[in-house]
Nanobody, 121 residues
């Protein structure tokens, strides 16, 4: 079992920044990568970013490339998502997930409870 707890969401104006964190506990060594997903009201959950625990390899959705940056702190079992130049369309509940490398939610086994990000125009 892996437990994930997100934090850092909030309300920000367009153009602003937020930093999300995801603290992992439990059998974290069982997860190869940590993904970030988001879900806007009335829309399906979508992939945002993924980072591998060991090498720190990253991959981003085109919609956030160049604006968001994922990082991890192995010693603290924490992954973070730095979000810059935020846009209203970035609004949604952001989830971190533990599992395999990929862009589909089905490739992740463990999920956090989510944290709300609201970007006002």
């Amino acid at each position: 079992q892996v437990q994930l707890v997100e934090s850092g969401g909030g309300l920000v104006q367009a153009g602003g920044s937020l930093r999300l964190s995801c603290a992992a506990s439990g059998r974290t060594f069982s997860a190869y990568a940590m993904g970030w997903f988001r879900q806007a009201p009335g829309k399906e959950r979508e992939f945002v970013a993924v980072i591998t625990w060991y090498y720190g390899d990253t991959y981003y959705a085109d919609s956030v490339k160049g604006r968001f940056a994922a990082s991890r702190d192995i010693a603290k079992n924490t992954v973070s998502l730095q979000m810059n130049s935020l846009k209203p369309e970035d609004t949604g509940v952001y989830y971190c997930a533990a599992g395999n490398w990929g862009t589909h939610s089905s490739e992740y086994v463990y999920w956090g409870q989510g944290t709300q990000v609201t970007v006002s125009s």
